[in-house]
Nanobody, 123 residues
Framework: VQLQASGGGSVQGGGSLRLSCAAS????????MGWYRRAPGKQRELVAT???????NYADSVKGRFTIFRDNAKNMVYLQMNSLKPEDTAVYYC??????????????????WGQGTLVTVSS
């Protein structure tokens, strides 16, 4: 399963961006999906997650500003980011827990990661 993230860019503080992440492959279903980020000089941190039943979880730093949602029919997850702050500057990575069909007909469950998309917020 491959994940392709998009939507990053440069924005002024207070602005908005929407990140998208598309999963492709021989997908049977996708359980949890999420977004993480790595700011310059810092470790990767969780931003938000969403279950297959659309139960969400957010880092305290983004609650009330970011919204994660998904389209199960399209195997996509999104991150709507509002009221952006300079401290939100980071490379954002999507991930997913898919179950896919291997060529031998077996089911494979293996976490997948997107390539990252850069978000830069200026003050």
């Amino acid at each position: 399963v491959q994940l392709q993230a998009s939507g990053g860019g440069s924005v002024q503080g207070g602005g908005s961006l929407r990140l998208s992440c598309a999963a492709s492959g021989r997908i049977v279903r996708i359980d949890n999906m999420g977004w993480y980020r790595r700011a310059p000089g810092k470790q990767r941190e969780l931003v938000a997650t969403i279950t297959s039943g659309c139960v969400t979880n957010y880092a305290d730093s983004v609650k009330g500003r970011f919204t994660i949602f998904r389209d199960n029919a399209k195997n996509m997850v999104y991150l709507q980011m509002n009221s952006l702050k300079p401290e939100d500057t980071a490379v954002y990575y999507c991930n997913a827990d898919p179950v896919s069909l291997a060529p031998d007909g077996n089911f494979v469950a293996e976490r997948a990661w997107g390539q990252g998309t850069l978000v830069t917020v200026s003050s």
